[in-house]
């Protein structure tokens, strides 16, 4: 199993290959449909995101409320391709990777490679699991979004497998 903290160092993320199983540490936000649009939005107006894209990773998830002392409730990833539209806009914006499930287009893998980025993939159905590794959660944007609003999560071995690498190999392109 691979570590890595986030942000990543570019050629850490070089060294991943698609498949790989991985715990991340370190910074994520989180971003599902509505907040991308939301932020779209403000880009289209010449307007800064609200918080700085450059080396993020962005993880599709609305939790549930927190509870038993955890910093957030049940934190199951959402599946990717709804954020597709938007993606490309974010990832030559410096956004560094992203953590969903499922497949993504091929407008995504092409940006994904542009950009030397990876696609991270969390397991659906485990939700309650991975909130274990959400040590704080930060409201940053959005909050009348409510479980779709950007948060600002610190995480500590984060487990995900890698969807997509810095060269395009897609774990859903069965051959």
Known sequence: MKEIFLPADQEELKKLSAGDAVLLSGTVYTARDAAHKRMHEL?????ALPFDINGACIYYVGPTPAHDGLAIGSA??????????YTPELLDLGMQAMIGKGRR???????IVRNGAVYFVACGGAGALISHSI???EPVAFEDLLSE???????????????IDTTGKDVYDID
Do not use: H, I, Q, Y
Request: glycine share 8%; no cysteine; hydrophobic share 45%.
């Open 43 to 47: 880009l289209e107006k010449g307007e």
């Open 76 to 85: 199951g990833p959402t599946t990717a391709s709804r954020m597709d539209a």
């Open 105 to 111: 287009n091929e407008a995504v893998k092409e940006a």
């Open 135 to 137: 040590l704080k959660a």
């Open 149 to 163: 609003a950007v948060v600002k999560l610190t995480v500590k071995d984060f487990p995900v497998f890698v969807g």
